[in-house]
């Protein structure tokens, strides 16, 4: 098939990860091209972290009136204009987007408006041209919602996307799920007044982490008025005029509830449409498999970000990174990942934010495991700001000292993350956070504390 255009690194995906790998490949003095069918920024900017961010934005508001309450401020009515609302959000994501354009313009990387199709080694078919480029890097997501939902008719299963298009908040609505992104749709439309029950199989939310995060995060929610069925999973459904009526088995009795609506979130990285076998790789798992310098097995082919990571996994900054390690490495250098310090966060209230090894994955490695809290509420800001569930966790090598898990549940847990990442990454020790003078009054300050907690001589702690 004869060639449209050749580029040295051909960029399937405008989202967080394809942008972040076509920039850095173009500073790099490649001849750069993004292949996109739909709009610029992707998942996070046009339907997921921007999004939902501005709305977590507004509804942490409420939560801070309502907790203002307590400080002695009084209000009456708490409403959220939604037309204004989502006029305002969506003039934000067009912002985004423009900025992302001038962005490759500013690279001249080329914008080839269209859906990619993997063809003979080293070609690309967008709607009828041929594209080739010395190496791909596939950076498409995972956009499709995929609703297949043990004991509900699939038609009355929604994604999130149905929050940014319904023009009316929902009575009462069932989440399916323990995830992080599960837990912020909860709160926001438990916080806007909706009647919200989360259902998960597992014993906790957020069940792969560590006991101390999942059974508070748990308890704080449900403190907040989200219904948290834990151990429970939906028997059947039954759609009426009052609505979606559910039957749970929860844990060894069964609840009947009826809800406007279902949520789940289940994306499909839609491997079927990519021509993966045509490129030599295989197209029948749920993800593309790729090492630590983000190859896919086929020379010359790299993967990044959701199509590469199964649906709790998903995050951002993991694609972004990916798509600078992708780059980097399609550019000649040599770089890898460091999935040491990938941040796994809630931006719930709490926020949740946990980077590293828990204590049980920490042993499974060998480590000679200690392990030291500073609950929040011994913190002098956590007092001030009322983080009855609030910790910090610090779980650390024993013997060398070496910090390799950071959990932290609390107000600005989000932020905090930063200073968990650069301490793994660095390899830091538990004298070195012992050391470090963080101000005061500062939640960080407990990230001190509990590091003398593993330690065995904390100062505030009783
Ligand atoms: C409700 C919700 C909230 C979230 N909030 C956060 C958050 O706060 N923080 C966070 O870190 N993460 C968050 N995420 C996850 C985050 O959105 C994703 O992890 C991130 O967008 C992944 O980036 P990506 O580049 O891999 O894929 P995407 O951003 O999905 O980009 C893929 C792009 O590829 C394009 N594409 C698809 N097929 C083709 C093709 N064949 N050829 C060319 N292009 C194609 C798509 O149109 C899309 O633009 C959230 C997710 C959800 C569901």
Redesign the pocket.
């Known amino acids: 098939m004869p060639v449209d255009k050749h580029f040295d690194v051909l960029v399937?995906?405008?989202?967080?990860?394809?942008?972040a790998a076509a920039v850095r490949a173009a500073q790099l003095g490649g001849h750069v091209a993004v292949?996109?069918?739909?709009?610029?920024?992707?998942?996070?900017?046009?339907?997921?972290?921007i999004?939902?961010?501005y709305t977590l934005a507004a509804t942490r508001i409420l939560g801070d009136l309502l907790f203002g309450k307590d400080l002695g401020i009084h209000y009456s009515g708490r409403a959220l204009d939604s037309a204004t609302h989502a006029r305002k959000r969506a003039e934000l994501i067009s912002f985004l987007r423009q900025g992302i354009a001038t962005l490759l313009k500013k690279h001249n990387i080329e914008l080839i408006p269209?859906?990619?199709?993997l063809g003979e080694p080293g070609k690309v078919d967008?709607r009828g041209e041929v594209f080739s480029g010395s190496k791909i890097i596939l950076?498409?997501?995972?956009?499709r919602f995929k609703p297949e939902t043990a004991g509900i008719d699939a038609k009355n299963v929604s994604?999130?996307d149905i929050l940014l298009t319904i023009q009316e908040q929902p009575g009462s609505c069932l989440l399916l799920g323990d995830n992080?992104?599960i837990i912020?749709?909860a709160q926001i439309l438990q916080r806007l007044g909706s009647h919200v029950w989360v259902a998960t199989e597992e014993k906790a939310l957020l069940h792969d982490e560590s006991k101390a995060i999942r059974t508070r995060i748990t308890k704080a929610l449900r403190k907040n008025g989200i219904n948290v069925l834990t151990r429970s999973r939906v028997l059947s459904s039954d759609r009426s005029s009052k609505g979606l009526q559910c039957i749970l088995k929860v844990k060894d009795r069964e609840e009947r509830i009826t809800v406007d609506r279902v949520i789940r979130?289940q994306?499909d990285a839609?491997l079927a449409?990519?021509g993966l076998e045509a490129a030599g790789l295989k197209g029948d798992k749920d993800v593309v498999e790729v090492n630590e310098r983000m190859e896919t097995g086929v020379d010359g082919i790299y993967a990044?970000?959701?199509?590469?990571?199964p649906e709790d996994r998903?995050?951002?900054?993991?694609?972004?990174a990916?798509?600078i390690v992708a780059a980097e490495n399609a550019m000649g250098l040599e770089t890898c990942i460091d999935h040491r310090t990938v941040s796994r966060?809630a931006?719930t209230q709490p926020q949740v934010a946990c980077v590293g090894l828990t204590e049980p994955e920490a042993r499974k490695r060998g480590y000679d495991v200690i392990t030291g809290t500073a609950p929040l509420t011994l913190n002098p800001f956590g007092m001030l700001t009322a983080q009855s569930e609030g910790i910090v966790e610090v779980v650390a090598d024993k013997q060398k000292g070496e910090i390799v898990g950071i959990h932290i549940l609390g107000e600005t847990a989000g932020e905090m993350a930063a200073q968990a990442v650069l301490t793994i990454q660095l390899e830091a020790t538990l004298e070195d956070l012992n050391k470090t003078t963080f101000p005061h009054p500062t939640l960080s300050e407990s990230l001190a504390e509990a590091a003398r907690d593993c330690l065995g001589r904390p100062i505030y702690l009783p």
Do not use: M, W
Request: net charge positive; charged share 15%.
């Open positions: 399937l995906g405008g989202g967080a990860g394809g942008v292949v996109e069918p739909r709009y610029l920024g992707g998942f996070c900017v046009n339907r997921g972290c999004p939902f961010g269209g859906r990619g199709r967008v950076a498409t997501g995972a956009g994604s999130s992080p992104k912020e749709i979130l994306r839609g449409e990519l990044i970000g959701d199509l590469t990571t998903r995050y951002s900054h993991l694609a972004s990916g798509g966060v931006f």
